[in-house]
């Protein structure tokens, strides 16, 4: 365990992967399986690593609401600290847990009892589960920023083509169950499979979804990725978001029920 910037984070070198966990959020910052020279899983350049500000990259975990449903956007679980329950190593890689229940870092935020819970596996999978508890109803999503060789020549298979459009202006039709970039996207797919594939012509990420109601798909482009100051004005074209949640259909809590939804990232 080290500290970056400001925050304490858990630094992996394990036999079949890099990676790194920042406390704050159970944020994932990158993974890199010992075969690749670049993370699939990406971070920017730019990102702060400063207390309560989001982390630009990796996998933030949105909740308890995603995007703007509520303030802070993305909820507030990713911006505070988060407690290491348990970190296991065997040669398939590294088993880690964190949780998170409501505390004085929370009460400002959300005034009623919850438990949330992130189980992490990096090896030469990276899978990712998240488990929580809650009298509410939460909408929910891992973020995943993966990387790119380059996003022009991106192919996103798998989404279906029912979709939720997020940006005013979009005039680009949609290629049935396949999805390339040429300028800002930014969809809620409703309808995808549960295996979506991420090509970029080098390599081909399968991302296998469970209990998720949609996989949202971003890339800032150009005009976005100038205005955001944790965000390099070029590494738009080296990331591509496809993002498993439970947006359109919430995730339905109980206080004595966890709900778990989570993905698998592998090469193939
Ligand atoms: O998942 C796509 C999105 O909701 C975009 O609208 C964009 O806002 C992106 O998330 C990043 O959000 P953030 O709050 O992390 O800057």
Redesign the pocket.
Do not use: I, Q, T
């Given at each position: 365990q080290s500290i970056y910037g400001e925050l304490p984070i858990l630094v992996i070198n394990h036999k079949t992967c890099c990676a790194a966990v920042a406390l704050q959020g159970a944020h994932l910052l990158f993974w890199q399986p010992s075969t690749e020279q670049t993370p699939v899983v990406w971070l920017s350049n730019k990102t702060n690593f400063k207390k309560a500000v989001?982390i630009?990259g990796g996998v933030?975990v949105c909740w308890p609401w995603?995007?703007q449903l509520g303030n802070p956007?993305?909820g507030f679980a990713r911006i505070v600290e988060w407690k290491l329950d348990s970190c296991e190593e065997d040669e398939n890689g590294v088993d880690l847990v964190l949780s998170l229940t409501n505390n004085q870092q929370t009460e400002s935020y959300c005034n009623k009892p919850f438990s949330v819970s992130l189980n992490l596996h990096l090896g030469k999978t990276c899978e990712v589960s998240l488990s929580c508890s809650a009298d509410f109803d939460v909408t929910s999503?891992l973020?995943t920023y993966f990387g790119v060789d380059n996003i022009d020549s991106v192919i996103v298979k798998g989404l279906g083509e029912v979709y939720q459009e997020?940006l005013a202006d979009e005039n680009k039709p949609a290629t049935v169950g396949e999805l390339t970039f040429n300028q800002e996207v930014?969809r809620i797919y409703t309808n995808a499979n549960n295996q979506i594939t991420v090509t970029d012509g080098t390599r081909t990420i399968q991302l296998t979804n469970t209990n998720v109601s949609d996989v949202?798909t971003?890339n800032?482009w150009i005009n976005k990725a100038k205005s955001?100051a944790d965000f390099g004005d070029d590494e738009y074209k080296s990331m591509v978001?496809v993002?498993a949640g439970c947006i359109t259909k919430p995730l339905k809590l109980s206080p004595n029920k966890k709900s778990t939804y989570g993905f698998k990232i592998e090469l193939i």
């Open positions: 989001a630009r933030p995603f995007g956007s993305h999503a973020h997020r930014d949202v971003w800032p955001m978001c993002e």
